[in-house]
């Protein structure tokens, strides 16, 4: 046998890969699932030992043990804003030193950086909540608009981040400076 016709399950032995391929059959939310409970850094919060003898069920959900999906999901989604804000604020600074006086150039560069960050994880979260936060709190449907009832008079959706949220923020004009021609 030539040496370069290896066949499929040879070269995943030679790989060192232990599973036979395409024995993978788990949909993308599974594979998105357990990525989220893998910590790749191997290091994290230990939980509690009572959070370990603690099953997670309707039963202690009722009971008040565990928080429901949407809250946790508001914290993180809260989390990540307030993360993106204060790592944004920093490359802001940062470029403001690169720049010192050439409003021009920094006005340019900022807005190139804002246009190429990247909210895609933050995104997702808001994406589900407003899928499913009308459905886990059991919003009631108004019959004449056919969307769900505003909660505490506002919509429950949330705005995904962009440039525009960054930049309403963390303008690239400086402080103090009136808006010129074109600026809201």
Not at 23 to 45: F, H, I, T
Not at 50 to 71: F, T
Not at 86 to 111: I, M, P, T, V, Y
Request: hydrophobic share 30%; charged share 35%.
């Amino acid at each position: 046998m030539c040496a370069h016709t290896a066949t499929v399950p040879r070269v995943a032995e030679d790989r060192g890969d232990h599973h036979p391929p395409y024995e993978d059959r788990a949909s993308p939310a599974e594979r998105a699932l357990e990525r989220s409970l893998v910590d790749p850094g191997g290091v994290g919060k230990p939980l509690r030992r009572s959070s370990l003898q603690r099953s997670r069920s309707v039963e202690s959900y009722l009971r008040g043990e565990a928080l429901p999906r949407y809250i946790r999901r508001a914290v993180e989604i809260e989390r990540a804003t307030r993360t993106h804000l204060r790592e944004l604020e920093r490359a802001r600074r940062r470029l403001r030193e690169e720049c010192g006086h050439d409003e021009r150039a920094f006005a340019q560069l900022w807005e190139a950086r804002v246009h190429s960050w990247d909210f895609s994880a933050v995104n997702d979260l808001v994406r589900e909540h407003n899928e499913w936060y009308p459905v886990e709190r059991d919003l009631p449907m108004d019959p004449r608009t056919g969307d769900y009832v505003p909660v505490n008079g506002r919509s429950y959706r949330r705005p995904e981040l962009d440039a525009g949220w960054a930049l309403r923020r963390l303008p690239a004009r400086p402080a103090g400076a009136p808006p010129g021609r074109g600026d809201a």
